[in-house]
């Protein structure tokens, strides 16, 4: 009866009468026996063992008692209990399990087909929860004995099972209107028709979907780390190319073919800091542009000299947005741009700047740093390429440098030859002049092989590289030097290979500097006790080993071995230059020190076949314009690397210096056939600069920044020219050409 759904005769005296439709079933301390009428309305019974002795199923019985309520559901307490006949016991009744959870079926035998849902236990037994949860049906299995252990646990949930027993109600709390079972005597009574998943298919599905998000997430992480990878191993290659790239030019072109791949930029450049000017001095596609870091000029160039003076990146994903940057002056800016300091461990070479023309570009932070980590290396080549211009200008001064003092002391040495010819021309009017003259004849000999030698090694940087038998080559010089070690006692060993040593060389280059290796040997052999020199050559695997052995001066026997010996005089080239030539060649070049008093000179050059020099003869040519040696006097060191760069390419020497008073000291010990100076000087002015180098030197050129007539007349007698800037390459070959045609007629 509602609202509390209690039993309607719950107290009274009542007679019933049913069959019984299953055993009687123990629950914690009494028996419960279900009986059920022809309708399939049922009832349980409660009572002692002997008052339901020798009942079975299919028992018709009549019961009278007390009518009571067990947990929430109706239940007789007979007094009276006897049987009245018997037959086939009742069929159980098929029902879905929303229809056993009710009220109609309870105390009848049911069958039903159920997925399990949940395992449980309480303090009579086993559960086992079926159906929907919010119906709350479940099966019971009472137990004897608490020790006695779960016997349901063979079923999991999602097991598809048919369960037969009676339908019962245990709530303890009104309303009595919920949590129905089915009672059963035995696991027997539940039969598994399907197993269930092991994971349940929500619980699956939920896997699934998580799985899949992962392996997702994964799969997008992954791509993302394989493009960075690759990025990253584009960026190293790209840094290896900068590095070791020869010129600014060359560096912007492997940046333009592989930037724009790595970042989809459209356009890249950089600007590098002339130290000279102060200036920065674009190297960008098709435009030259100088900003002053002071002062610039447009909102691209403020800019560019506030990430210079600031040392630090500037990254604008949209110039949109940014009012400095929306125009420059009429000139529309790029979409994103990023400007990058190019720092050389400390030293701020410039700026490089990355521009995306038509989209906004968020420059992230990997790409900040790997745009950095590339604007340090551009930076690390521009300076190196700086140091290798100074090496190289050194290198050649060093060398012209050589020149001049072994030009020097091979005048001096033609001085004596020239004086032997005059005071024997003088006795051959009082003598027998046959004698005389044979002396005279000999010494002049002598002193025109000196000029001729003179002569080669001045046009040592013209000479052709051709096929050179080296045996052949080293017995000219010995026999050019034998007077030399006669007249001082010296003992020459010669040990030439059997063999031709045939190499690919300047004849000049190389006669020069056997030349000055054996002088060098020479001094020291005139003052060592020991006075021996020894000249061997040897043949070993393709390459040729020339060996001058010689003492070493009694002064340096008693400095350690590994203290460098003394190769200073005036007609020293300098063992610096001699390594640079051969290894030009390449060979090697090497100095042992044998012994506390022996010292050997080693040179080691690849030889080549014979059939090749052969041919290396009937195709080799000469001929060509006469090189100039030109000293160049500019503070600009851009000027400096145009004019270098045009004179080279006419294939002269040019050696650059920055000011006045450098270029002055230069032009007294070397000969230049041509000066380049600017007008405006550092130190002397450039009229007091031409009157100290006029003299010394085949032409001048005065460079101005506007063209002057007065300027033109201040030279007298056509001995200088004047070239306006910004420089005119063709009125620059015309002067040189003019000069060239002059030093011809004079030489």
């Known amino acids: 009866m509602p609202p509390d759904f209690t039993p309607k005769y719950e107290g009274e005296e009542v007679l019933v009468s049913g069959q019984v439709s299953a055993p009687p079933i123990w629950i914690t301390d009494s028996f419960y026996l279900a009986i059920q009428d022809a309708d399939a309305?049922?009832?349980?019974?409660?009572?002692?063992?002997?008052?339901?002795?020798g009942l079975e199923p299919g028992d018709w019985v009549e019961a009278q008692g007390l009518l009571a309520r067990r947990g929430g559901r109706p239940t007789l307490l007979p007094r009276e209990l006897r049987r009245i006949g018997h037959e086939t016991p009742p069929a159980p009744r098929i029902l879905k399990p929303d229809e056993v959870a009710s009220f109609r079926y309870l105390g009848v035998l049911v069958r039903t087909d159920v997925s399990v849902v949940d395992q449980d236990e309480n303090a009579g037994g086993d559960l086992l929860s079926i159906g929907e949860k919010a119906k709350d049906l479940s099966i019971f299995l009472p137990r004897k004995r608490r020790d006695s252990g779960p016997k349901l646990n063979a079923f999991r949930p999602g097991d598809r099972i048919r369960v037969t027993g009676v339908s019962s109600q245990y709530c303890t709390l009104p309303?009595?209107?919920?949590?129905?079972q089915i009672l059963i005597a035995t696991p027997a009574a539940v039969v598994i028709?399907?197993?269930g998943w092991v994971i349940q298919p929500p619980v699956l599905l939920a896997s699934m979907i998580l799985a899949a998000a992962?392996?997702?997430i994964w799969w997008f992480r992954e791509r993302r780390m394989a493009t960075m990878r690759k990025q990253m191993r584009l960026l190293n290659a790209l840094g290896e190319e900068v590095v070791s790239a020869s010129s600014p030019a060359e560096v912007l072109r492997r940046l333009t073919s592989t930037l724009r791949t790595l970042s989809q930029a459209s356009s890249v450049g950089f600007y590098v800091l002339n130290r000279g000017t102060k200036m920065l001095e674009g190297v960008l596609s098709g435009t030259a542009e100088v900003i002053d870091p002071e002062a610039p000029s447009g909102a691209m160039a403020s800019m560019v000299a506030s990430c210079f003076r600031k040392r630090s990146l500037i990254a604008i994903s949209d110039t949109r947005r940014s009012p400095s940057l929306r125009a420059d002056g009429g000139v529309a800016a790029p979409r994103s741009v990023l400007f990058v300091p190019m720092l050389a461990q400390d030293d701020l070479m410039g700026v490089l700047t990355v521009q995306h023309v038509e989209r906004v570009h968020d420059f992230g932070e990997s790409e900040r740093a790997a745009m950095q980590h590339l604007a340090n290396q551009v930076a690390t080549a521009l300076k190196l390429q700086e140091q290798?211009?100074?090496?190289?200008?050194?290198?050649?001064?060093?060398?012209?440098?050589?020149?001049?003092?072994?030009?020097s002391a091979v005048a001096h040495e033609l001085r004596s030859p020239l004086e032997s010819i005059a005071m024997l021309a003088s006795a051959v009017q009082s003598t027998n002049p046959a004698h005389e003259l044979e002396s005279i004849a000999e010494e002049a000999h002598r002193a025109c092989d000196l000029v001729a030698r003179l002569v080669s090694f001045a046009k040592m940087e013209q000479s052709q590289v051709e096929p050179v038998d080296l045996n052949a080559l080293l017995a000219s010089v010995m026999k050019f030097r034998a007077p030399e070690w006669k007249a001082k006692n010296i003992e020459i060993k010669l040990q030439l290979a059997g063999r031709r040593a045939t190499v690919m060389a300047s004849p000049a280059q190389l006669e020069q500097v056997f030349l000055n290796l054996l002088v060098d040997a020479e001094k020291s052999a005139a003052e060592a006790a020991e006075k021996t020199i020894t000249v061997s050559s040897s043949l070993l695997a393709r390459r040729v080993l020339v060996e001058i052995s010689y003492p070493v001066r009694a002064a340096d026997i008693q400095k350690?071995?590994?203290?460098?010996?003394?190769?200073?005089?005036?007609?020293?080239?300098?063992?610096?230059?001699?390594?640079?030539?051969?290894?030009?060649?390449?060979?090697?070049?090497?100095?042992?020190?044998?012994?506390?008093?022996?010292?050997?000179?080693?040179?080691?050059?690849?030889?080549?076949e014979t059939a090749a020099a052969g041919l290396a003869d009937a195709t080799g040519t000469t001929g060509g314009s006469r090189q100039l040696t030109t000293l160049v006097v500019e503070p600009d060191t851009k000027i400096q690397r145009q004019l270098v760069q045009l004179l080279g390419g006419r294939g002269d020497r040019v050696i650059p210096v920055s000011s006045a008073d450098e270029g002055a000291d230069v032009a007294q010990r070397l000969r230049f056939d041509i000066v380049i100076s600017t007008a405006r000087l550092p130190g002397l002015n450039w009229v007091e600069f031409y009157e100290r180098v006029r003299h010394r030197v085949g032409g001048f050129v005065l460079m101005t920044d506007a063209f002057d007539q007065g300027l033109g007349r201040a030279f007298k007698n056509g001995e200088g020219f004047v070239l306006s800037k910004p420089i005119d390459e063709a009125e620059l070959l015309r002067i040189c050409r003019t000069i060239e045609d002059r030093v011809a007629v004079n030489s």
């Open 41 to 53: 309305y049922g009832l349980l019974l409660q009572g002692t063992a002997p008052q339901f002795q």
């Open 175 to 180: 309303p009595y209107d919920r949590y129905f």
């Open 193 to 195: 028709l399907e197993k």
């Open 214 to 216: 992962m392996a997702a």
């Open 388 to 407: 290798q211009a100074i090496r190289e200008q050194l290198f050649r001064s060093e060398k012209l440098a050589a020149a001049g003092q072994l030009i």
């Open 560 to 608: 350690p071995e590994s203290a460098e010996p003394d190769h200073s005089g005036p007609d020293a080239l300098g063992l610096g230059v001699c390594r640079g030539i051969i290894q030009s060649y390449s060979g090697d070049f090497r100095e042992v020190r044998l012994s506390p008093a022996q010292v050997r000179f080693e040179v080691e050059l690849p030889l080549i």
